[in-house]
């Protein structure tokens, strides 16, 4: 008899743009699936072209679905707090916007009260020499990104930006994180 399939937990964090959050994210044990998205803004279901004008207020995101017997919650955030900078605010290096903003985006009181005792962690620890600014903000709303956003590292590993801000981070998590990574 199979094992029944773990219940997936859900995770909705912002690090700029969501193509660096999904390809590290998607090389973490534990982690079942990644869905690069919008979230929070001022427009529900916008497109990638609406949300690059900044107007929507949306952020791009990444929905983590994770078996929470395998990685917890403290841990995402663990990885999250490394792989992206949380003291520039609305920006990730060129890319300029508050779609670009960094934010943890809870869905229930047990994620909030984990996310403010993180960055709390994070801010004590020096981590960063300059002042985190990420939010933290219920998750008002998620619509998933177009199509050709999903795993979009995996499947376009030669465009530029994928070989010299994507893959860094990735790199950045193989190097920090070993014992976190899926066996390949």
């Known amino acids: 008899m199979q094992d029944p399939k773990p219940t997936l937990s859900h995770a909705v964090l912002a690090g700029g743009c969501f193509w660096c959050l999904d390809a590290v994210y998607r090389e973490m044990n534990g982690v079942e699936n990644v869905i690069s998205g919008y979230s929070n803004g001022l427009v529900k279901n916008p497109t990638y072209r609406e949300v690059c004008t900044g107007r929507t207020g949306c952020a791009e995101v990444v929905r983590i679905e994770y078996d929470s017997s395998v990685v917890s919650y403290a841990e995402l955030l663990e990885v999250f707090w490394r792989i992206h900078n949380p003291t520039t605010l609305n920006r990730q290096g060129n890319d300029v916007g508050t779609q670009y903003r960094s934010g943890i985006f809870y869905e229930t009181e047990e994620q909030r009260l984990l996310a403010i005792a993180s960055k709390e962690a994070v801010e004590e620890s020096g981590l960063w020499s300059d002042p985190v600014v990420t939010v933290i903000e219920p998750l008002r709303d998620f619509s998933?990104?177009?199509?050709?956003?999903?795993?979009?590292?995996?499947?376009n590993p030669n465009q530029p930006y994928c070989t010299f801000v994507v893959g860094e981070k990735v790199k950045k998590?193989?190097?920090?994180?070993?014992?976190?990574q899926k066996a390949h």
């Open 173 to 180: 998590f193989k190097e920090l994180f070993a014992e976190k």
């Open 144 to 155: 998933v990104a177009e199509e050709y956003h999903q795993d979009y590292y995996r499947q």
